[in-house]
């Protein structure tokens, strides 16, 4: 469903000059979720942005559906490929109901039947019609995401990305939105590729997870791998360790990756 070969993204010019996404690629099965993870910086959400059409400039090769893309992107691959950002606060419009912000994607795609598909979306995502007129600051954060999830599913895409979706969230609604999201895929045959700097998270929903360091990918391994603890470059460890929680002996012995 996707195939990436040889993404390069720089940023400014000179000593400004920075080089975020080194020759990087990788393939996604349809149906299947693929997980980027790293620290801040390592690039992962800037190759997510350049998938979707949000970052110009790139230099490689990327096909979505047997589409090779360029620069610009038509309102047909928009329909098939929508993405979830990762602060529900900021990508709800505040002056917009729920009902304006599902309705405003069926508008520019030209779709009939907005009263189902807005009805439909929000039983999918477990808020009811009762939540249709509400405003963004009436809901919570994990119902915000909710929504933002249902905006991106109203077109019946192919593909979800998915940029570290659960990070605003306080942790007791961090499950919820990623037990939604494993549903969602298993009933929508949706493709996936999520971003996040938690290796447990991307875990939780992604079969095969690829680990970023300063722009370049440096390992891809199985679910099975993290879970065991088995993961074979020494950075990898490292963000095992820190994502068990804050350890000021283990930190003190970790070295820095080129």
């Given at each position: 469903m996707i195939k990436v070969e040889n993404l390069d993204i720089t940023f400014g010019g000179g000593a400004q000059r920075v080089h975020a996404v080194r020759d990087v690629s990788f393939t996604v099965a349809s149906g299947e979720s693929f997980g980027l993870v790293g620290e801040s910086g390592s690039g992962k959400s800037t190759v997510l942005r350049a998938i979707a059409g949000l970052t110009p400039g790139w230099r490689g090769t990327m096909t979505v559906a047997g589409q090779t893309l360029s620069q610009r992107r038509d309102r047909a691959f928009h329909k098939q490929l929508q993405m979830v950002f990762q602060d529900p606060y900021g990508s709800l419009h505040p002056r917009h109901t729920v009902n304006d912000?599902?309705?405003e994607p069926l508008v520019i795609h030209r779709m009939d039947d907005g009263e189902r598909r807005?009805?439909?979306a929000l039983d999918e995502v477990g808020l009811g019609p009762?939540?249709?007129?509400?405003?963004?600051?009436?809901l919570s954060g994990g119902q915000r995401q909710r929504i933002a999830i249902a905006r991106a599913l109203i077109l019946d895409p192919k593909i979800v990305l998915l940029d570290e979706p659960t990070s605003a969230l306080d942790v007791s609604v961090q499950a919820e939105i990623l037990n939604l999201l494993s549903r969602l895929a298993r009933e929508h045959d949706l493709t996936y590729i999520m971003v996040s700097h938690d290796l447990a998270i991307v875990a939780h929903l992604c079969s095969r997870i690829a680990v970023m360091n300063r722009g370049a990918f440096i390992?891809?391994?199985?679910?099975?791998?993290l879970r065991t603890g088995t993961p074979e470059h020494g950075y990898t460890r490292q963000?095992?360790?820190?994502s068990k929680g804050y350890d000021r002996a283990a930190i003190d012995q970790f070295v820095e990756f080129d």
């Open positions: 912000i599902l309705k807005i009805l439909r009762a939540y249709r007129f509400r405003y963004p600051h009436q390992e891809e391994m199985s679910d099975e791998q963000l095992l360790v820190a």
